[in-house]
């Protein structure tokens, strides 16, 4: 129920009340895998007590994100997926407070993390359809960080992809802007992606191109 709800977040937004420390953070870890149990269970049929609920925890779940401790990271990463599938297009109601976090985990060097984010955000793209993201991906682009721009350019591929041209056209010039970026990257990998992106432009934007 909806009060068993508010109940269960409750808890879990006393249990971040402590600072994250070498005796909290596998109590921390517990939480988030409760949270993950609750959302996979139809938590999200209560939707305006979910969404606060996972409101009123954003900034535990933000540093559990950034965390350096792997399986804390690992596990709030995982929620946020598990968000992503459970809200669909009503994930647009968190996405502004956590993808900013999960695309940083993108410029990590620790290849655990940046394989769960990438695996995130995919599924975000996938399941979300949220155009909206592409100006954030664009950011991306611009980043000193290889495995972020070729994190950054994918994504821009994947959003092309998942989402109807009408979506897309509000973001047509960053979309635009994004092709000759990853065009002239120092990555051949982001280089190659801007083909495959440009050839999914000129299928979904032929009007366009003929102007």
Known sequence: ?????????????ERFQEK???????????????????????????EKNYILGIKSLRQPIINSILTE????SGT?????????????????????IFVPSII???????KTSLIRAQKCMNTIIRICHLPNLIPKFKEALQHQSKSLRNCAAEWVRMSLEANEVGDLNYYISD?????????SDSSSEVRNI???????????FDLRLEK
């Open 76 to 96: 709030a990463t995982e929620l946020i997926e598990e968000m992503a599938k459970a809200l669909g297009l009503k994930f647009d109601a968190l996405s502004e």
């Open 1 to 13: 129920s909806a009060s068993q709800l508010d109940n269960e977040i409750k808890q879990i937004v």
């Open 69 to 72: 401790r792997t399986k804390l």
């Open 194 to 204: 801007s083909k495959q992106i440009f050839e999914i432009y000129k299928s979904k």
């Open 104 to 110: 940083k985990l993108c410029t990590r060097t620790k």
């Open 20 to 46: 994250e420390t070498e005796h909290t953070w596998s109590g921390f870890d517990d939480s988030l895998t409760r949270l993950i149990a609750i959302t996979r269970g139809g938590a999200v049929l209560y």
């Open 175 to 183: 979309i635009e802007w994004a092709i000759r970026q990853c065009a």
